[in-house]
Nanobody, 112 residues
Framework: QAQLVESGGGLVQPGGSLRLSCVTS????????MGWYRQAPGKQRELVAF??????HYVDFAEGRFTISRENAKNTVYLQMNSLKPEDTAVYYC???????WGQGTQVTVSS
């Protein structure tokens, strides 16, 4: 069973920043694109961004505020989130794109 373990969530004020981390196995990390998704209460899970070995892709609300990156030596993918807004409040999940492998999620709450 593949493991993806997220960390870095928490409570932050509007305008603040957080960096999420997702560590997984070398096999998963080197084989699949890695993505970040989020799910707010009462809403469907949605894509935030994903990264391959050579490219990164963002949805509209993440463009310019969030940065996804990979650290190959640590089999880790990051999501740097800046200028956070209350509407960014959600559980954020790491996902090996195209597989059934998901992390357990990390809560991000943006509130004053």
């Amino acid at each position: 069973q593949a493991q993806l373990v997220e960390s870095g969530g928490g409570l932050v004020q509007p305008g603040g920043s957080l960096r999420l981390s997702c560590v997984t196995s070398r096999d998963i990390f080197s084989t699949y694109a890695m993505g970040w998704y989020r799910q707010a209460p009462g809403k469907q899970r949605e894509l935030v961004a994903f990264t391959t070995d050579s490219s990164t892709h963002y949805v509209d609300f993440a463009e310019g505020r969030f940065t996804i990156s990979r650290e190959n030596a640590k089999n880790t993918v990051y999501l740097q989130m800046n200028s956070l807004k209350p509407e960014d409040t959600a559980v954020y999940y790491c996902h090996a794109v195209g597989t059934a492998f998901w992390g357990q999620g990390t809560q991000v709450t943006v509130s004053s």
